[in-house]
DNA sequence: ACCTGAACACCGTTCAAGT
DNA sequence: ACCTGAACACCGTTCAAGT
């Protein structure tokens, strides 16, 4: 059922958790597969190409949540927690995202959605982005960090300190908000 | 005057904006130097020391500039714009920021200041180291992404998202203050 | 369709030896 | 103090040839 392809795939990520990203080598993929190292490239042109399908399979792997519709705060919650989440759930997978993303029409879409959100709760076009585009960039600095030091801190605070600084943001852009009826 | 130290340091930075992080190589760098490869290994232990060299010259480059002493939003404005800059002025700069930055006392003593700013206008200890987090995740994140996408859009443009973004924060995080005398 | 064998042009790092 | 020469253990990638 499953392609070579998939299991080079499969056998990448189990390789990015046991050694990181620093030593995720093609040639100890292919001792783990194996075969010679240049068999990989059979299923995959280049060593990036297999980085770009390892971020898609994290990216894919983290949908957010259902949310009510009129809810725009929760929306961005949502987002937030399911990014932050996608890459806490890989060995570097702050920095393999930061360093590979290549936001495709998913990313987008996903992106859009949440500007709607906002238009719909009477935001200006522009603010609806600057504010999603805020949020994004908070998360993807918060857990980048979060993600560099060794885990000094617990996890519970981990989540505390990162809810406080997206209330901070949430707030920022509901003063700018006309109230709710 | 300048030790050789300094000079490999200086020409590796050359070579940064040259080449790009991915290129900056131990061999092309002593090839630029007019020298055996292994010769660099006298004046750094290691590529990795070299690096977190080249990361202490950028962030001491990027002084923040004098604020009036009660304006807790000038200083975090301050804070993030030097930081961005300092990121910005070098090629990759935020890359290799983020992954080779290791906060020295310089960088703790700047970010306690900040904390020390805000508690002085009224912010409880923890909702001030909150903030100082939150507009430094911010900074990263926004410029990491900027500095990523090849420039598509102009500096001007860039400057003014980055503001919309970081007043948004800074209205948040004024909400949660007392009113000012 | 998938892999081997073997090579190519590179890496970072070490270390005796030279000046 | 600084550098050379030479090696060591690696990299990513290509490609004819095999099954």
Same mark, same amino acid.
């Given at each position: 059922m499953a392609s070579r392809r998939q299991e080079v795939l499969t056998a990448a990520l189990d390789l990015l958790e046991e050694v990181g990203i620093d030593d995720l080598t093609v040639r100890r993929l292919a001792q783990r597969l194996g075969v010679q190292p240049g068999a990989l490239y059979r299923h995959y042109p280049s060593k990036r190409a297999l980085l770009d399908a390892?971020? !898609?399979?994290?990216?894919? !792997?983290?949908?957010?949540?259902?949310?009510?519709? !009129? %809810?725009?705060? !929760?929306?961005?919650?949502?987002?937030?927690?399911?990014?932050?989440?996608g890459m806490l759930a890989h060995r570097d997978g702050a920095r393999l995202l930061a360093t590979f993303y290549d936001p495709g029409p998913d990313a987008?879409?996903?992106?859009?959605?949440?500007?709607?959100?906002?238009?719909?709760?009477?935001?200006?076009?522009?603010?609806?982005?600057?504010?999603? %585009?805020?949020?994004?960039?908070?998360?993807?600095g918060f857990t980048m960090e979060e993600q560099a030091r060794r885990a000094a801190t617990p996890r519970p605070e981990r989540d505390r300190d990162f809810q406080a600084g997206l209330d901070l943001i949430i707030a920022g852009i509901g003063a700018t908000l006309p109230p709710a009826p």
């Open positions: 390892m971020v !898609g399979h994290i990216v894919a !792997g983290a949908p957010a949540p259902a949310v009510p519709a !009129g %809810d725009w705060a !929760g929306h961005l919650r949502a987002m937030a927690a399911s990014g932050r989440e987008v879409a996903s992106f859009m959605r949440i500007v709607e959100v906002l238009r719909a709760a009477g935001a200006a076009e522009r603010a609806a982005v600057v504010a999603t %585009d805020t949020v994004l960039a908070y998360v993807n």
